[in-house]
């Protein structure tokens, strides 16, 4: 249908050219023919620009619908990009507070937004272990611990259906007053997913509200 009326178009427009023609060359029989050249001129360029234009509009029509295909079979596909990013807080505790208070499942309660945290019945304390989160607005997720040197890092990674496939690694660093803990993220998308305002921004507005409650409850329990 549509190639039916682009056939029709181009048709309507060679025969208006041709009509143009005609009354120009009427014109000059009949003793104008400065104002039958000047309407031909004009008919022809007015032609030739609009032929030029319709072909570079289709040309970026095409390539925009081959590229919006791309990333639709490469969605589609499967096909994932990986984002990696961290974010760090210095503590004046040792290693062992630290993670004490981070390590347990529980302590999720009073480090986020979750309103009951537990490790699953029937799963090994450790690698293997994992840890359930249910926040306040009743979503809830689970992570699964892969690795772990205690008390230096852990990783883990979602087990939860749905949920777009991260790890995320809790790593501590001695330092002369006290350790620095940073959490890194590696996420994955499909292909055609973007993180808005960067990968580094993004984390920092996920992970810096947990680090500050971190200090903060380390803070209160010392005084």
Not at 163 to 190: D, H
């Amino acid at each position: 249908m549509i190639k039916f009326i682009r056939v029709l178009h181009g048709i309507l427009f060679v025969a208006g050219y041709l009509a143009i023609a005609v009354l120009a060359s009427v014109i000059s029989y009949y003793g104008k023919p400065e104002l039958g050249l000047g309407i031909i001129l004009s008919a022809t360029l007015m032609w030739v620009t609009l032929g030029v234009t319709s072909a570079v509009v289709n040309h970026r029509h095409k390539r925009a619908l081959h590229s919006a295909k791309a990333v639709d079979a490469a969605a589609a596909s499967g096909r994932m990009k990986t984002y990696s990013a961290h974010a760090s807080e210095t503590f004046e505790h040792d290693a062992h507070t630290v993670w004490s208070l981070i390590r347990p499942a529980e302590s999720a309660v009073l480090l986020s937004d979750a309103q009951k945290a537990f490790t699953v019945p029937g799963t090994p304390l450790g690698v293997g272990e994992q840890q359930c989160f249910i926040r306040r607005d009743g979503s809830v997720s689970i992570m699964e611990v892969i690795g772990e040197e205690s008390p230096w890092w852990s990783t883990t990674r979602s087990i939860t259906p749905g949920e777009t496939n991260s790890r995320s690694t809790y790593r501590i660093e001695p330092t002369a007053s006290g350790c620095t803990l940073t959490v890194s993220a590696v996420v994955e998308l499909p292909i055609n997913a973007e993180i808005a305002g960067g990968a580094d921004e993004w984390w920092q507005s996920q992970i810096g509200p947990y680090l500050k409650r971190v200090k903060e409850v380390l803070s209160a329990r010392e005084s």
